[in-house]
């Protein structure tokens, strides 16, 4: 994969790879990204990502020195909301007081909100 030069910069293939990983990770799904480094006059080069998929979008913006390593920040905010988004799915979601919550899963499954420093209040 060959990825756009900022400043002289020459393309990471490192850079390539986790690009490429990522891709990967993402798996089905419809993903766009572009650079809104031509639209920003900041001069600092700006990508942006979106992907949906299995009833559920996300997108994220990166930035950085160069474009390739802006456009591997938007991918990484991607993923990391995509991953997260898949290990939760399949968990069953549960409300309750801290107190009703503690009895079904026990006192240590979880922080209660009024968990400070290790401590219970």
Avoid: K
């Amino acid at each position: 994969m060959t990825t756009t030069t900022t400043l002289g910069h020459l393309p990471d293939p490192a850079l390539d790879a986790v690009i490429d990983s990522f891709m990967g990770a993402l798996g089905p799904g419809g993903l766009s990204e572009f650079a809104l480094t031509p639209l920003d006059t900041v001069g600092v080069p700006v990508w942006s990502t979106w992907w949906s998929g299995a009833g559920t979008a996300t997108g994220g913006i990166g930035y950085g020195l160069t474009e390739q390593r802006a456009r591997v920040g938007a991918l990484g905010e991607c993923i990391e909301h995509v991953l997260a988004w898949r290990a939760l799915r399949a968990r069953t979601r549960r409300s309750g007081s801290v107190a009703e919550l503690r009895r079904q899963v026990g006192a240590d499954a979880g922080v209660g909100t009024r968990r400070v420093r290790g401590q219970l209040r």
